[in-house]
Structures are given as C-alpha cells and as structure tokens.
C-alpha cells in the first residue's frame, strides 16, 4: 500500500490495506425519441395507427394499464408488490426482503412510491386537435415501480421505471456486493458492518475489483450484460 495524500500518511502506521469503491451507481435511461414532443407524437402515432386518442387521459390509462399488468404478472410469480409512502427508504425495505437462499436468482420484491416525474401535457384545441405538447410543469408526482433483483455479478440490484410514458428509468448497483461476491468467488473471507465491509481482503482483491467497478472495458460489459435481461422483464 502506498500512502497518496496527507491524511493517509498521517494514519499510515495505523492502516492494514485501502478500499477503493463506489458505494451507488446509478445508470439514468430514457426513451430519447420519445422525449421530444414531435418524436412522442410520431412514437403514438406508430403505436396506435394516428394520433386520434393521443390526449391527456389516455396517457394516464396507459400508467393505469402498467399497474394492472405488472401487479398480476408479480401475483403469478408470487413477487410482492408493496407501495411505498414519503417516509419509506426502499432500499432498507428490500434489504428485509432478500430470499435467504444463496442461489436466488431474479425479482424477489417490486415497490412503488410516488415521486416527481417527467410526462407530457397534450393541449387540444376547442375541437379536438392537438395545440401543443409539452412538459407539464411544475413535475407531478406519478408512480415509479422499482424491481429489486438478485445478480449473480452484482447482487442486489435495482430496476427503477415511471408507469407514464415515456418511461424514464434508473438502474442502481451497489459497489460493495460486487465487491463481495468477488471475494466470495476468489475463496476469501468478507465481512461487513451495515453496508460498510472490514478491511481484512483489501490486500489482495480490493484494487483490481474496485477498478472494474470504476472503469474499463469489463465493467461497462458486465453491466450492458445484466440490462438487456433485465429490459425483457415483464
């Protein structure tokens, strides 16, 4: 271990190995076509055949749609499907919830909470056609479904989408599971407090892990690897 700065040569004496690691890493999608209002129009148009029912309230049929959909495909697979209020932190929530077997693999909880989004406010004219669309301003608060999944690579992993077109996604990985389930693949022994891991693997797996995380070729392999999976979700 080398000692790169001032705090760490002040403890130096006193330090065993360093981590270097994210502990979030949030990937932002989105629709790109679909989130300019000439794009939107023309994605509506593909979908239904014309732009005739493209207004306001089937917009929120679609989001009711979502709901209906997923909430019965988790019911067949026997996923909970738990709302969320303001107060709820759903990352602890779904911590509770992790299947205790170790070869769990897939959805083992959904959690939906409202929260700010972006979505499209059709203005129509006097007699039906279509004005303008645009943001709808200021940001209401919509339904955002989030799938909690178990990885094989990169443990607990979160697959957050708005019920509303069109359809803005998040996708959270934790760096410290991955971390820990290399270890665990290289023989080593990994401990933690809360989220935060102990020292004692650093040595010898923290900076090759911790750099795929970070940066390179792999990392960004790994991750496209889990989405395009996890995009086919029902």
């Known amino acids: 271990m080398q000692a790169t700065d001032s705090f760490t040569q002040h403890y130096y004496e006193h330090l065993e190995g360093e981590y ?3 502990d979030r890493i949030v990937m932002s999608g989105f629709f790109r076509f679909g989130h300019r209002a000439a794009g939107f129009r023309l994605w509506w148009r593909s979908l239904y055949g014309s732009d ?3 207004n306001n309230n089937h917009l929120m049929r679609i989001s009711g749609h979502f709901s209906r959909r997923l909430r019965a495909a988790m019911k067949q697979r026997g996923v909970e499907v738990r709302y969320l209020t303001n107060d709820d932190r759903a ?3 779904a911590e509770a919830h992790i299947p205790s077997d170790p070869d769990f693999r897939g959805v083992f909880l959904v959690t939906i909470k409202r929260s700010p989004g972006r979505v499209f406010d059709v203005e129509l004219t006097s007699d039906g056609r279509i004005r303008n669309i645009k943001w709808k301003e200021p940001l209401p608060y919509i339904n955002h ?4 999944i178990i990885d094989p690579e990169w443990g607990h992993v979160t697959f957050k989408i708005c019920g509303q077109p069109p359809f803005a996604t998040q996708i959270i990985f934790n760096g410290h599971e991955y971390i820990e389930r290399q ?3 290289q023989g080593l022994v990994f401990t933690k407090d809360g989220n935060s891991p102990t020292p004692r693997p650093w040595p010898r797996l923290q900076r090759p892990c911790a750099h795929r995380v970070l940066k390179g070729n792999s990392s960004r392999s790994a991750i496209v ?3 395009r999976p996890a995009c086919a979700l029902p």
Do not use: D, T, V
Request: include cysteine.
């Open 52 to 54: 005739e029912k493209l």
């Open 20 to 22: 270097e690691c994210p």
């Open 183 to 185: 270890a665990r693949k």
């Open 225 to 227: 690897g889990f989405i």
């Open 145 to 148: 479904y989030s799938f909690h």
């Open 91 to 93: 990352h602890e929530i």
